[in-house]
């Protein structure tokens, strides 16, 4: 997923949701230029999800009123890894409680039409070394795998991202984990 953002115009009041992949839950990074592009705005309203770190914010709005419904539809999307920002320019027409939630909501919703989700698979990058011989079976027990880079000396060595599960079956190959990953199968 690339980041991605939309607008919609409720009573005068313009809300701006940005979707942003993230790699940690530390999203100041994100916040900070968003506040940047936008800094005459009323409200920062978000929500995140990492792994299972989850947070949500109103920046201000009376409680409850965005950032949770923000975070609901991050939830009920069963998203992961994506922070979600929520901008408001102030319009000068008060929503009540229920307009703001539906605004909020709706802000999100929208910019989830418009993005591009990949799924993610946890798992881990590895060299796995084996004899041209074994390179059928390997590539059979890969078939779920991202190889990244093949060396073809004495030996065959692959880089590769594989799923968590895989690991177990090749237990009787010369495996090294590099690196614990989320990856895109492709």
């Known amino acids: 997923m690339k980041e991605t953002y939309s607008e919609i115009v409720i009573k005068n009041?313009?809300?701006?949701?940005?979707?942003?992949?993230i790699s940690s839950s530390d999203i100041s990074f994100y916040l900070d230029n968003i506040k940047k592009?936008?800094?005459?705005a009323s409200h920062y309203c978000y929500a995140y999800i990492y792994d299972s770190v989850f947070h949500s914010s109103d920046d201000g709005e009376p409680g409850g009123t965005a950032g949770m419904p923000i975070l609901n539809v991050l939830q009920k999307e069963d998203?992961?890894?994506v922070l979600a920002v929520v901008v408001r320019y102030f319009g000068g027409t008060l929503l009540g409680a229920g307009g703001l939630v539906r605004a909020y909501t709706?802000?999100?919703?929208?910019?989830?039409?418009?993005?591009?989700?990949v799924d993610l698979v946890k798992g881990f990058k590895i060299s796995i070394t084996f004899s041209y011989e074994e390179?059928?079976?390997?590539l059979f027990l890969l078939s779920h795998s991202v190889i990244e880079k093949r060396e073809y000396l004495e030996q065959i060595t692959y880089i590769c991202l594989i799923p968590s599960d895989v690991l177990s079956n090749l237990s009787s190959y010369h495996v090294t984990v590099i690196d614990d990953v989320y990856f895109s199968k492709k």
């Not at 009041?13 to 992949?21: A, D, G, M, Q």
């Not at 592009?37 to 005459?40: F, G, I, L, R, T």
């Not at 709706?106 to 989700?117: A, G, Y």
């Open 13 to 21: 009041s313009r809300f701006i949701c940005y979707l942003i992949p």
């Open 37 to 40: 592009k936008h800094p005459k």
């Open 79 to 81: 998203l992961n890894h």
């Open 106 to 117: 709706k802000s999100v919703v929208e910019t989830l039409k418009i993005s591009n989700f």
């Open 135 to 138: 390179e059928k079976n390997i």
